[in-house]
């Protein structure tokens, strides 16, 4: 079946600290692959994608490329900022279920 | 574009008592998704339609769960009669196309219900 395991949280990291949130998956198929974010209060956003094998997405300083030898998508950020602070997810979607599957969510926490 | 619009944005009801939740898509989509938000369980997808018609339900929990979609602009979710167990946050979104484009899907802010 499909499947998205997220490592669990809370993280908790000092501002200009590195991120790394790892994610694997599980997939009968050739699925997208994405990460989520969730502010308090929030419904969650896109923040990154990747289609296919090899793909690097990115956004707001944040990468994350498609691994499909070692089936991850680890979620990575250079220098974090107290903005940063959020749930992120990562997920899959797959063409021939036509769904999203979920990871748990981590927490991120970043102090000043 | 308004984004996917959901409401009411905090629900406390007694158990027993039927809540009904209500979602406005973005214009245009043809599909629409409602997920469950828990600690325990994380995010799970209850329902998604596409053109108005139900097309996988495997994960509604119950028969005390129901989901309707009368036309394109509008959904409900209803639970009938509510547990203090479906106590957690809704969410509705929409897509175009799942997966693809841009924005694969469009979140709501959530319906946080909580049943006493």
């Known amino acids: 079946g499909n499947s998205v395991t997220q490592m669990e949280g809370p993280v908790t990291l000092s501002e200009e600290a590195f991120l790394t949130i790892n994610c694997t998956y599980t997939a009968t198929g050739y699925p997208s692959l994405f990460w989520y974010v969730q502010y308090p209060g929030e419904g969650l956003q896109l923040l990154l994608k990747?289609?296919?094998?090899?793909d690097k997405g990115s956004n707001k300083g944040f990468e994350a490329t498609y691994r499909k030898e070692t089936t991850s998508f680890h979620l990575e950020k250079g220098s974090v900022q107290v903005s940063d602070s959020a749930v992120y997810f990562c997920?899959?979607?797959?063409?021939?279920?036509?769904?999203?599957?979920f990871g748990s969510g981590t927490k991120l926490n970043v102090k000043p | 574009d308004a984004g996917v619009i959901q409401s009411p944005r905090h629900e406390v009801t007694e158990m027993g008592q039927e809540v009904t939740l209500r979602c406005k898509p973005i214009s245009g989509h043809d599909y629409l998704f409602w997920y469950r938000q828990t600690m325990m369980r994380g995010l799970e997808l209850l329902i998604y339609f596409n053109n108005n018609v139900p097309i996988d339900d495997s994960g509604m929990p119950e028969d005390r769960f129901s989901a309707k979609m009368p036309n394109a602009s509008f959904s409900t979710l209803k639970i009938q009669p509510s547990e203090p167990r479906d106590s957690a946050v809704y969410f509705c979104?929409?897509?175009?196309?799942?997966?693809?484009?841009?924005?694969?899907?469009?979140f709501g802010d959530g319906t946080r219900l909580s049943i006493l």
């Open positions: 990747a289609t296919k094998a090899d």
């Open positions: 979104a929409s897509s175009l196309v799942p997966g693809q484009g841009d924005q694969p899907q469009h």
């Open positions: 997920a899959l979607y797959e063409y021939n279920f036509n769904k999203f599957y």
